[in-house]
């Protein structure tokens, strides 16, 4: 039995602000995670950063949450959706030693080219900076318990037949060329609680059935309480998305709340199979588990 009671996860960041909201939305994702046992918050976890820091914080503001009680930071990989609002936010955090957890890789050089090559990375310099500001980066590459019963899941196996095809393509640079980048540093998070597991995922890259395979695997846990976070969809056939969805029925999902990247097509074909256990991630969004 574990001693996490509940958790509550608070959307900062989304591509959508919902219907009548004062929230502000921006393309990307950052989540805060909040661990309780009973009564008592025990960690606080701020999964991504969004592009806008202060987009973040303002949200952040209007939920009534401060972001000096932020305990720690999970990175889910490189990309500026995810990673731009960093420094911000690690300023308004104003704390001394605040771990931030990510891939050894994610300071790498990484571009798209289509329809230009781009640097679509985290922005350079920002190790330093935000070491400036006091984080200590805790790089792995590996699973780690970061909080009780909460683990990252290090890198994720691309066992899953059709999804080693990745539905972005982009690159980085070694030994001097432009070589196609498998995003080893796409990392989720995972809470093993007595009701199953709730895997949050930044993007999903790794492709969200591998993910959640591992999180079975790191855990011993098969019981699917709840996914949170982008699939990246946005750009897969529908062939991809019938058969993301098939394994997501078939591992018996408990609760989906998915946004961002995943794409109107593959959120239509959640919501037909889903019902009510389906529900479209917005800025501001509570979500109590």
């Known amino acids: 039995m574990t001693n996490i009671s509940h958790v509550r996860v608070y959307v900062l960041a989304d591509d959508y602000a919902g219907y009548s909201s ?20 025990i960690c606080r976890i701020l999964f991504d950063t969004a592009i806008y820091g202060d987009i973040v914080i303002k949200n952040m503001d209007l939920l009534g949450k401060k972001t000096e009680e932020v305990d720690l930071i999970v990175l889910s990989h490189c990309h500026y959706d995810h990673t731009g609002g960093l420094i911000e ?31 679509v990375g985290m922005p350079e310099g920002f190790k330093r900076e935000a070491e400036e500001y006091g984080c200590t980066w805790v790089l792995v590459n590996r699973p780690i318990k970061i909080a009780k ?75 699917i309480k709840a996914i949170i ?20 029925v078939k591992l018996n999902v408990k609760k989906l709340f998915v946004g961002h990247c995943t794409g109107l097509k593959a959120e239509c074909e959640l919501l037909r199979r889903f019902s009510s256990k389906f529900k479209k991630l917005y800025t501001g969004m509570e979500i109590i588990l």
């Open 89 to 119: 936010i690690l300023k308004a955090i104003n704390k001394r030693g605040i771990p931030i957890i990510a891939h050894p890789s994610i300071f790498r050089p990484h571009f798209v080219l289509e329809p230009k090559m781009q640097h």
């Open 229 to 248: 976070g982008g699939l990246h969809l946005i750009d897969a056939k529908e062939e991809r998305i019938k058969k993301t969805v098939d394994y997501l």
């Open 22 to 41: 004062h929230f502000i939305a921006q393309h990307g994702a950052s989540y805060l995670i909040e661990l309780y046992e009973e009564s008592d918050i």
């Open 149 to 223: 019963n909460t683990m990252v899941t290090g890198e994720v196996e691309r066992e899953v037949e059709f999804e080693k095809t990745p539905t972005l393509k982009l690159y980085t640079v070694k030994n001097g060329e432009l070589v196609p980048d498998e995003m080893l540093d796409d990392m989720s998070l995972v809470i093993d609680t007595d009701e199953g597991i709730i895997v949050i995922s930044g993007c999903s890259h790794a492709g969200i059935i591998n993910i959640v395979y591992k999180a079975m695997k790191i855990t011993g846990n098969d019981n």
